[in-house]
């Protein structure tokens, strides 16, 4: 399984996902132009140049009414008004989805410069509203019927799940969210980044951390907010263009170096009968990240710097490091007490805060996985900068992994 023709990223730009887009009375169109503006303005390239957009979003038509996202670009750039584009959904993997387009686009040579956005305004509806409509992804009428909240009632019966197959330690996952929230106070752009917490927030006080569903509580779940999230991919031709009108090496901007990308049956009950003598609870995800590592070449994960990574819950971060390798089937929690997942370990997750810290936008977060990949490993990652990054990571998940995707950026 080898890599095809080489896959750049210009650079992007992401929102404040702190901002509450319907609060400033402003719409999705709003939070488009913006992000794309400010992306065409932070890398310096023309709007004429691009020549295909891709968009990721999940349920637009739900939370605002809104479908046909790509018909978008036009009204931002006269010189978009009739490039192609297209919109992709696999719930919040969908702007992973978006990008993995947009690097088939360049790779079968239909195109040089893609423009990918992910976005979601999201809090313009209730909780329980908002709840609703994101149980879409679920398998609506068969499954989360009964609860109140449907996707912590899902990622509840992973942590069961864990639980019968190994036993879980449930001081680890409140370490993973005091992890994650403290990495996001250093993030300029995080949802949390000014939020303050007491040791009581991260214990079984039912006061200061309320039960949602289950075991899952309040501190354990992703931070559902509006923003979004814009990155240009290019070929080898705009790539060596771009680097000589900035006076920098190709070599020095960074390029896709593998991916990954499956699915699973859409019920829960379903993916569970077919793990059920793996050694993994996922075992589709374990092929993904297999599926990157051998596309980038790379023998081992030692070879990644850190990752960005899916954590709706903390239940599906602590997932993502046996899956990915770090420790044995069902031992994450070694991981976690061991320090290596912090942005100092030797394997840092998350230094953007992930979707606990920065927020979980859901059509926004794949794209923003690989600009915050992109950052780190050209040194621009400010206060959450990882020392030494040269390759990193993404994992992003849809439903209840569903689907997963992964993309390893890299100079």
């Known amino acids: 399984m080898s890599q095809a023709a080489e896959v750049y990223v210009l650079g992007g730009s992401q929102t ?93 040579g239909h195109y040089g410069l ?37 996707w912590p009632h899902m990622f509840d019966l992973l942590l069961d799940e864990y639980d019968r197959r190994y036993g879980v330690k449930l001081d680890s996952l409140k370490h993973i969210a005091r992890i994650n929230f403290d990495n996001a106070a250093s993030n300029p752009l995080a949802q949390s980044r000014n939020w303050h917490f007491t040791e009581q927030s991260f214990s079984d006080d039912d006061e200061a951390n309320p039960v949602i569903e289950g075991r899952i509580r309040k501190m354990d779940c992703g931070q559902i907010t509006d923003g979004a999230a814009c990155v240009f991919l290019a070929n080898e031709k705009v790539a060596s263009g771009y680097a000589a009108a900035n006076g920098i090496a ?46 980038a070449g790379f023998d081992s994960i030692s070879r990644l710097d850190g990752l960005e990574t899916h954590d709706c819950f903390t239940i599906t971060e602590y997932m993502a490091i046996d899956h990915w390798g770090v420790t044995a089937p069902g031992e994450s929690w070694k991981a976690v007490e061991e320090g290596r997942i912090t942005k100092d370990g030797d394997f840092p997750i998350n230094a953007s805060g992930g979707l606990i810290g920065c927020g979980h936008p859901v059509g926004a977060t794949g794209v923003r996985m690989m600009l915050d990949c992109y950052k780190q490993v050209t040194g621009q990652a400010e206060g959450t900068q990882i020392d030494g990054a040269e390759n990193m990571a993404t994992f992003n998940v849809g439903g209840s992994a569903t689907t997963c995707a992964s993309f390893i950026i890299g100079r």
């Not at 423009?115 to 609506?140: F, H, I, P, R």
């Not at 991916?259 to 996922?282: F, N, T, V």
Request: glycine share 10%; proline share 5%; charged share 20%.
């Open 16 to 108: 404040d996902f702190s901002r509450n887009w319907a609060r400033e009375e402003l719409d999705l169109y709003t939070m488009f132009r913006t992000v794309v503006t400010d992306a065409v303005d932070s890398v310096g390239i023309d709007p004429g140049q691009i020549e295909v957009g891709h968009v990721g979003n999940f349920v637009a038509e739900l939370f605002v009414g809104q479908g046909l996202l790509g018909g978008y670009f036009g009204h931002v750039y006269p010189e978009l008004a009739n490039i192609p584009t297209s919109r992709h959904e696999a719930a919040c993997a969908s702007g992973s989805m978006a990008a993995l387009a947009a690097m088939s686009d360049i790779q079968a």
């Open 114 to 150: 893609a423009c990918v956005v992910g976005l979601e305004m999201m809090k313009n509806v209730s909780s329980q509203q908002g709840a609703d409509y994101l149980g879409a992804a679920t398998w609506y009428g068969r499954e989360a019927q009964n609860c109140e909240y449907p």
């Open 250 to 295: 190709l070599n020095d901007i960074p390029r896709i170096k593998g991916w990954g990308h499956r699915s699973a049956p859409l019920l829960w009950e379903e993916k569970m009968r077919i793990s059920r003598d793996q050694p993994l609870i996922y075992p589709h995800a374990r092929q993904m990240v297999e599926d990157a590592l051998q596309r």
